[in-house]
T-cell receptor
Framework: GDSVTQMEGPVTLSEEAFLTINCTYT??????LFWYVQYPGEGLQLLLK?????DKGSNKGFEATYRKETTSFHLEKGSVQVSDSAVYFC????????????????FGKGTLLTVNP | NAGVTQTPKFQVLKTGQSMTLQCAQD?????MYWYRQDPGMGLRLIYY???????DKGEVPNGYNVSRLNKREFSLRLESAAPSQTSVYFC????????????FGSGTRLTVV
């Protein structure tokens, strides 16, 4: 079945440091890939997405490139801010094996990022 | 604002009590989902509904039932709550393939004592 593996946290950085959160996936089909962000006490917000190989998703200074050859979708940001402190989830959308033409979203376990001033 | 609305935001139940978590979306999405979030486990799919009138089990359906009341509303019911169901529950919606991402509600924090 589908799975997503992302680097375990917590990750603690100083403001303006470079961020990388690794994510690799296993999928039977041709999934879309996502990064979601969850701020304390809130729901998940879509941060960026890529729907096919070599696509680069970007938003708010964050970037991730869909690498089919390495089955990876690593999240990067050149200069983090205190306001980026949150939990980041890598996810993929693929056909649900038990549901015919239905699709489901599979999540990694999340990475807690703390940015200190 | 368009989105997914969940009620209640917080709930404390005693073991054996029942309750229904409500979810409504105004995105005109066909697909809706219920996830639970537990520390160190990420989000796990409980049930989903690909369209009005259909529901299917996800990864962790035991102890739950769902109803897709209409296109907008998808409720999750706990018939006899257990401490293992203490979690944060999220409802989400999407277009059928999910290729453009899911829209999540703000969650219901449930504690079963």
């Amino acid at each position: 079945g589908d799975s997503v593996t992302q680097m375990e946290g917590p990750v603690t950085l100083s403001e303006e440091a470079f961020l990388t959160i690794n994510c690799t996936y296993t999928a039977t089909g041709y999934p879309s890939l996502f990064w979601y962000v969850q701020y304390p006490g809130e729901g998940l917000q879509l941060l960026l997405k890529a729907t096919k190989a070599d696509d680069k998703g970007s938003n708010k200074g964050f970037e991730a490139t869909y690498r089919k050859e390495t089955t990876s979708f690593h999240l990067e940001k050149g200069s983090v801010q205190v306001s980026d402190s949150a939990v980041y989830f890598c996810a993929l959308s693929d056909r649900w094996s038990g549901g015919g033409s239905n699709y489901k979203l599979t999540f990694g376990k999340g990475t807690l990022l703390t940015v200190n001033p | 604002n368009a989105g997914v609305t969940q009620t209640p935001k917080f709930q404390v139940l005693k073991t054996g009590q029942s309750m229904t978590l409500q979810c409504a979306q105004d995105m005109n999405h066909n697909s809706m989902y219920w996830y639970r979030q537990d520390p160190g486990m990420g989000l796990r799919l409980i049930y989903y509904s690909a369209s009005e009138g259909t529901t299917d089990k996800g990864e962790v359906p035991n102890g739950y039932n769902v109803s897709r009341l209409n296109k907008r509303e998808f409720s999750l019911r706990l018939e006899s709550a257990a401490p293992s169901q203490t979690s944060v529950y999220f409802c989400a919606s999407s277009e059928p393939t999910g290729r453009h991402g899911y829209t999540f509600g703000s969650g219901t924090r449930l504690t079963v004592v």
